[in-house]
């Protein structure tokens, strides 16, 4: 088993390595990105598959059971037909009875609302629930399965008289009769008027045979009755056939009936069966007519060699798997070489089970659709009867398959097992290897991915059978996603305020397979005045406004994103800890200064004519000009007309000859004048007297400064010199205003 399960994982890595390289292998689900092969023991391979359709994944599981296998398929109900549980619940089930369950699939569709199979189930040999037409997966003891209908003869002969039953441990439909034994539930599920015969039965019932029963209390209440441990029930419906009825009615306890149960000859000697609502491949060819839909599915088939496949690919979760038709389902099934297959429930019910070789609990390979394993009424289940023998043959490695980028580290666990797949001590010294081009590998089990390429990580010990698992390492990725630490939305810009710290992280994929990876396997840059990145990814913006580009490299591939820098604050050129910094605050919040330019207040700008009565004619609300204004050099349409046309219908501003120059930076006397006669032109006292340059003021504007010193609007430049020609800059003007509040 060890050669073959090692031939068909090199020929997947094989297979891999070229698609890795770009190349392509077509298959019913799509292209092969990814997957692994794996022993079980017991004659069992678990496979998994991944594959891209163009738009998604589909991810399958499926494990391949050698007819000579010591393993075997058992059918397992829960304690009765209409139970139901998990498959943990179910493996118990049989641990009890001695078996030692190493995998498993979920079964077949049934009833949501009472749990009942809507096929066939036959256990150990005894029938628990007959086919209902529909079918069924026959397991036999000498390792053949059968597909087919089993079409279930049952028939009770009554003083002579020979009646047709509907079958055994269903639901009796209105018109009908129907056999129940102890297996099937505590009570019958029946509705609406009948007769029900309690009896004792000869023997359990099989798929062929002929049986007594010995009719010990006749109910007529209708509705559902309780059945008795270790009894019968044969239920008869009001509606059923007068000669039924009639027969029936002349029982009495005591009374003897005879049943007799037949199945195709081809059936005889199955010991396991279990119901399937679709027929999907036979004799080699797909079935037609199959309904339509995507879901999770699950199915068994058999190849020409008498192998067994247990199959699901899950689905109903973008980004891990789609899902498939049924038709797709049977293609798929051919496809792995299956000459007969049928389909078993799926949707959220689809799970597969296994203990990994050198573990001692299941898992569950496949992901349900729900997020959690549903439970259902029946299993399949694969069984050995074989104990541990408690030593280690074989060893076992993991994780099965590896893709990831150069440079990146991944560990690997050593198990090991005996020869019926039982986990056991490993008491021997180990040699962990690996192809010399892909990287090394240390006696802890920690693999550093040099080269490219693919090929295997390999465990060996003497007297044990070795265990290879694959390995891919790629150079240069495909694509690269920038991401937030623990984000799971790829970054494709990024807007972050000065000096702030953003935490990135980059995530590479080959072929639509994502790529481990570790911080040192990329390369980060920062452009345009950003600021800087660490080599981990960590991003610190700078300290001024700013674009530019993030950029991350694997092997020669990059990807850049847009990077905005801006501050917290409305404008770039004022900061907190400048002396006219409340000042700005203040007039912008108010709406009375806006800026010179995007983010740009130029506090050290003069500040025009035109400015100071904007910010006047703002302060007062902005209200609209009689009429045109006097001035030459103020035309119509420009972003302060109004202003100055109030302004000078107010007696704010005056001009000169006609004209009021607005471009012409202020001088501290004018901006003095132009406040006072907004502020009505309110009686000054003297408050020069201090200033040495107190003369130079001009006569018009002597009240102007008087007053606006004396409120303190206006200081002197030094404690000496008062500079009245001197410009005003915005930020002092800012200042100014912030006063006038």
């Known amino acids: 088993m060890y050669g073959k399960k090692f031939t068909r994982t090199a020929a997947l890595a094989a297979a891999l390595c070229l698609l890795l390289a770009g190349g392509v292998l077509a298959a019913v689900l799509g292209e092969l990105i990814n997957g692994h092969e794996t022993y079980l023991g017991a004659g069992m391979e678990l496979s998994k598959g991944v594959y891209w359709t163009g738009s998604d994944y589909q991810t399958e599981n499926y494990i391949a059971l050698d007819r000579n296998a010591p393993a075997y398929p058992v059918v397992v109900s829960g304690s009765k037909v209409c139970n139901y549980g998990s498959f943990s619940s179910m493996a118990a089930l049989l641990e009890k009875q001695g078996k030692h369950v190493i995998a498993g699939i979920n079964g077949d569709y049934f009833v949501l609302a009472s749990y009942e199979p809507l096929g066939i189930i036959v256990q150990d040999g005894e029938l628990w629930s007959s086919d209902a037409g529909h079918w069924a997966i026959g397991f036999k003891s000498d390792g053949s399965a059968i597909f087919g209908k089993p079409a279930l003869s049952v028939r009770v002969s009554i003083g002579g008289q020979d009646f047709s039953l509907d079958g055994v441990n269903k639901t009796r439909a209105d018109g009908g009769a129907m056999l129940y034994t102890d297996d099937y539930s505590g009570a019958t599920k029946n509705k609406g008027g009948g007769t029900d015969l309690i009896c004792a039965l000869s023997a359990p019932l099989g798929m062929n045979g002929a049986y007594t029963l010995t009719v010990e209390a006749l109910v007529t209440a209708g509705g559902a009755a309780a059945i008795p441990a270790g009894k019968a029930v044969l239920s008869v419906s009001d509606n059923a056939t007068d000669g039924l009825k009639t027969a029936v009615a002349a029982l009495t306890a005591g009374s003897t009936m005879r049943l007799a149960i037949s199945s195709p000859p081809d059936w005889a000697g199955v010991t396991y069966a279990i119901g399937s609502l679709y027929k999907l491949v036979t004799n080699g060819t797909v079935e037609s007519g199959l309904p339509a839909g995507t879901a999770p599915r699950s199915a068994v088939g058999l190849k020409a060699d008498g192998t067994l496949i247990f199959y699901t690919v899950d689905g109903r979760q973008s980004g891990y798997s789609q899902g498939v038709t049924i038709t797709q389902l049977a293609e798929r099934m051919r496809e792995l070489g299956c000459v007969e297959a049928a389909i078993m429930d799926g949707g959220g019910s689809t799970s597969l089970n ?27 289940m ?48 180990v040699s962990l290897s690996v192809d010399s081009a892909l990287g090394a590998i240390g006696p802890d089990g920690i693999f550093t991915a040099g080269g490219a390429g693919s090929g295997h990580v390999t465990a060996s010990a003497e007297g044990l059978v070795p265990a290879a698992v694959q390995v891919n390492v790629v150079a240069t990725p495909d694509s690269i996603t920038v991401k937030n630490e623990n984000g799971k939305a790829g970054v494709t810009a990024l807007s972050v305020l000065t000096g702030s710290t953003t935490a990135l992280t980059a995530e590479a994929m080959k072929n639509h397979v994502p790529l481990i990876s570790r911080d040192s396997c990329f390369t980060w840059t920062a452009e345009g005045g950003i600021g800087t990145v660490t080599a981990d990814g960590t991003f610190t913006a700078g300290a001024e406004t700013a674009g530019g580009t993030l950029t991350v490299s694997a092997g020669n591939k990059s990807v850049s994103i847009p990077v905005t820098v801006t501050s917290p604050e409305r404008f770039d050129d004022v900061r907190k800890g400048d002396w006219f910094y409340d000042a700005v605050k203040y007039v912008s919040d108010a ?8 983010r740009l207040f130029s506090p050290d700008a003069d500040m025009s004519r035109a400015m100071v009565v904007t910010v006047l004619w703002r302060k007062q609300g902005s209200p609209e000009p009689a009429g045109g204004g006097s001035f030459s050099d103020v035309p119509g349409g420009q972003w302060y007309s109004k202003a100055v046309y109030w302004a000078n219908e107010s007696g704010v501003v005056q001009g000169y000859g006609g004209s009021f120059d607005p471009f012409a930076a202020v001088t501290r006397e004018q901006l003095a004048a132009i406040l006072y006669r907004y502020s009505g032109s309110p009686a000054a006292g003297s408050s020069l007297g201090a200033f040495t340059d107190a003369a130079s003021v001009s006569g018009w504007a002597v009240s102007a400064v008087n007053w606006a010193v004396e409120k303190k609007l206006i200081n002197g430049v030094t404690d000496t010199r008062l500079l009245p020609g001197a410009t005003a800059t915005r930020a002092q003007v800012a200042m100014i205003f912030s006063r006038m509040q």
Do not use: C, E, H, W
């Not at 296994?354 to 399949?380: E, F, M």
């Not at 709406?591 to 995007?598: C, Q």
């Open 591 to 598: 709406g009375v200064m806006t800026g010179t330019a995007d």
């Open 354 to 380: 296994a203990i990994y070789l050198g573990d001692s609990s299941v898992s569950q390979i496949n992901n349900p659709s729900d997020g959690y394993q549903r439970s259902v009424t029946n299993y399949i």
């Open 382 to 429: 694969l069984v050995t009867d074989a104990g541990p023998i408690g030593t280690a043959t074989r060893l076992a490695l993991y994780p099965l398959s590896t893709t990831m980028l150069s440079g990146a580290t991944a560990a690997f666990t050593l198990k090991a097992a005996d020869d019926n797949g039982y986990a056991a001590a490993l008491n021997k010294p």
